[in-house]
């Protein structure tokens, strides 16, 4: 990683966007803190553009300036959609707050450019630990991805139900869900993003917008986008979660290429729903759990929104399922103090113990 240069990032409040509660920074603070966009803090590219680690110094409450990393995202500069939705993801992230949501540091809106400052998440997205696994990388266990689907939830469950108006989040999927450094997930691009109903309407109208196999056939049907479009999503990342198969892999053969198709005859079938898991799991899940699991996601996927659940009722039933850890059965290692069973030490403490019923 080259060596990010450290600027003063002056809260340069621009009220009209982040209504103070973001910085704003120049093009030339997020080029220094990048290093010139190094190829060495090069993250990843998404459909709005690349992102790149940087360090940039940010004057907190008390006025004291403190260095901080950042994952700066440079919105590539064709298309209106993306400005739009860089509005969006700023209007939003500057108004939201919950520990299952990546925070925004700022922004840059400066000429033709747009970009997007979040705090860093060292174990970037949760895409890198479930498919394609390089040699070596330690696979999820179960404990962890349990962790995740119930912290995905719990940030989903604050924009459907603490956000006033709620908030449709519209863009679950793997490589949106962020990891901190305890495997705490935090969602992450808002630009997708919708007001939802309000009053006595029960859905909004939209061009259909989000990932093909995350969105609900009915709102890709309809236009129609409803809370429960994200529980149909979330239910397809709680099956990437416990498979670590992608939501559409060409690499598979022919019958095993879409998720849903393949997996559905397993989700309801108590005698078949172990063959579900990934085989990095080697095993070790709790049974009684997985089947629970299995049976959240196969009713957020259902078929028929209304009856899929709320997202309040899926935290409560991950709440049940994270309390029933997986233990490992292995048998407890002798503890080094205790005495070699040399046939003489035996003899030794038979003596000892003549007479008494051992
Ligand atoms: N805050 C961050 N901290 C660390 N890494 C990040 C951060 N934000 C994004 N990344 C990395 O950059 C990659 C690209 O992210 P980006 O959100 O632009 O694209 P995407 O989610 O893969 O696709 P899409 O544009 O469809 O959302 C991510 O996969 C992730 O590894
Ligand atoms: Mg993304």
């Known amino acids: ?120 998440m060292p174990l970037r997205s949760l895409d890198n630990h479930l498919f394609d696994l390089p040699f070596g990388k330690q696979p999820l266990d179960w404990n962890t991805r349990v962790k995740i689907a119930l912290g995905v939830a719990e940030g989903l469950s604050y924009l459907h139900n603490v956000a006033d108006p709620p908030i449709i989040y519209r863009d679950m999927k793997a490589a949106n869900i962020l990891l901190d450094e305890d495997f705490i997930p935090k969602l992450s691009d808002f630009g997708l993003a919708k007001i939802g109903p309000v009053g006595d309407k029960t859905h909004i109208s939209t061009r259909v917008m989000g990932t093909q196999g995350y969105c609900a056939p009915d709102y890709v049907e309809s236009g129609r986008l409803t809370l429960k479009s994200d529980m149909y999503s979330l239910g397809v990342l709680l099956l990437e979660l416990i498979t670590g198969r992608k939501v559409y892999d060409d690499a598979r053969p022919r019958p095993e290429r879409y998720l849903m198709t393949w997996a559905s005859p397993f989700m309801t079938d108590t005698n078949k729903v172990h063959m579900l898991t990934d085989p ?38 991950l709440k049940h399922i994270a309390s029933q850890p997986y233990v490992s059965e292995r048998r407890p290692r002798p503890r080094a103090s205790l005495p070699q069973c040399r046939p003489r030490a035996i003899q030794k403490s038979r003596r000892l113990y003549k007479g008494c019923a051992v």
């Open 1 to 120: 990683m080259a060596a990010a240069v450290v600027v003063d990032g002056r809260s340069n409040v621009a009220p009209d966007l982040a209504n103070g509660l973001a910085c704003s920074f120049t093009y030339r603070e997020l080029l220094l803190a990048t290093a010139f966009f190094n190829h060495a803090n090069f993250l990843g590219e998404g459909g709005f553009g690349r992102v790149h680690k940087g360090t940039i110094s940010i004057t907190n409450a008390k006025g004291i300036s403190e260095a901080q990393t950042v994952a700066v995202k440079q919105l590539a500069p064709e298309g209106k959609q993306g400005d739009t939705e860089f509005q969006v993801e700023v209007r939003m992230l500057t108004t939201l707050a919950h520990p299952n949501l990546v925070k925004l540091v700022g922004y840059c809106e400066q000429g033709n450019q747009r970009m997007l400052v979040y705090e860093y």
């Open 280 to 317: 990095a799991l080697m095993g070790r899940y709790p049974l009684t759990a997985l089947n629970q699991l299995a049976w959240i996601i196969n009713l957020c996927v259902h078929p028929k929104p209304h009856l899929r659940p709320i997202i309040a009722d899926v935290v409560i039933a």
